[in-house]
């Protein structure tokens, strides 16, 4: 993301796998053809929580397995289809032509984990969801367009 003043930056404390879900109901709600949704974090930080959070609030009812060793993961909801992506096996960017990215936006949304590894073919636009835990206390910072700030109205943040 291009740090401007246009851009939406906000951190959130997740207490708990509800509040992890209620962010993900919040990306979910907004999401729309061509946004891709940065999850980084640590392994074990909750990446794959949150995407199970998005993909729930979109009405996936079937196990949403990590896409760890698949590299994707393809839903139809009825709003639009989301590809799950988990590039933490990507060696070079230039692997990323066989999973379909570009495609996966042009169709829908995509939900990509490790997306350090894209590079540049990460969207300028893409909504980051940093997850980071310390002292027992899981924080998401999210940043990106102006456009997702009305996504998180009311909701809680830490100053």
Known sequence: MHKDSQGFEQTYILA?????????????ASLRVGDAIALQ???????TTLARAILRALGVSEVVPSPTFTLVQSYDTARL??????????????ELDELGIDEALDEGAALIEWPERAG????????????????????AHVSGPQHWAKAFVGMTHVH
């Open 16 to 28: 708990d796998l509800a509040a992890t879900d209620a962010l993900g109901a919040r990306i979910a």
């Open 120 to 139: 540049p073919r990460l969207p300028d636009d893409a909504l980051h969801v940093a997850l980071a835990a310390d002292d027992q206390v899981r924080r």
């Open 41 to 47: 974090g640590e392994l074990g930080a909750g990446k």
């Open 81 to 94: 289809t989301v590809r799950h992506f988990d590039l933490y096996r990507i060696v070079e960017s230039s």
